[in-house]
T-cell receptor
């Protein structure tokens, strides 16, 4: 059974810092992995989708990497801003579009 | 593109009543929609997979008779919480995707259900 874990659970950083969020999964047979952002009381916004054959994806200040063999993905946020404050979720699809979500990292970027 | 609309965004109901939540794909046809439940400060738990024109597939531990799912068209799926109880209070989120394509799942903005 696939399990997805995110570390740290919460993170508070000053504005401008570069930071890394970690996601690990127990079953490496995945179809794709996706990073989402969730603002309090809101739905999810897709940030980056990495297919199993890819190693990384980039969008603006965000870079996500995937290492299937070790069951890990990282989300790198460059030059963090207060507007980046949110909960970041990673989710793994094992081929059925049934995403298994991680526990999330609550990020707070201080002005 | 690929907008998913969820309605209502919040609802308060009395114990014993039923509540219907709608999930619509506004600009694409979604043969499959997914319903998730999220407790405070916890992650999303998949409740069921909804396929257009067929019965929903429920995850283990989810009561089919309590959470009725109907996917009558390629753009609409509904979740009805029947005989709601306070423990059903939660944040419910739907998502939709075009099956067969590698595309990001698109999520609705969620429905906050409070049962008093």
């Amino acid at each position: 059974k696939q399990e997805v874990t995110q570390i740290p659970a919460a993170l508070s950083v000053p504005e401008g810092e570069n930071l890394v969020l970690n996601c690990s999964f127990t079953d490496s047979a995945i179809y794709n992995l996706q990073w989402f952002r969730q603002d309090p009381g809101k739905g999810l916004t897709s940030l980056l989708l990495i297919q199993s054959s890819q190693r990384e994806q980039t969008s603006g200040r965000l870079n996500a990497s995937l290492d299937k063999s070790s069951g890990r993905s990282t989300l790198y946020i460059a030059a963090s801003q207060p507007g980046d404050s949110a909960t970041y979720l990673c989710a793994v699809d094992s081929g059925t579009y049934k995403y298994i979500f991680g526990t999330g990292t609550r990020l707070k970027v201080l002005a | 593109g690929a907008v998913v609309s969820q309605h209502p965004s919040w609802v308060i109901c009395k114990s014993g009543t039923s509540v219907k939540i709608e999930c619509r794909s506004l600009d694409f046809q979604a043969t499959t929609m997914f319903w998730y439940r999220q407790f405070p400060k916890q992650s999303l738990m998949l409740m069921a997979t909804s396929n257009e024109g067929s019965k929903a597939t429920y995850e283990q531990g989810v009561e089919k008779d309590k959470f009725l799912i109907n996917h009558a068209s390629l753009t609409l799926s509904t979740l009805t919480v029947t005989s709601a109880h306070p423990e059903d209070s939660s944040f419910y989120i739907c998502s939709a995707t075009r099956v067969g394509e590698v595309s990001p799942l698109h999520f609705g903005n969620g429905t906050r259900l409070t049962v008093t």
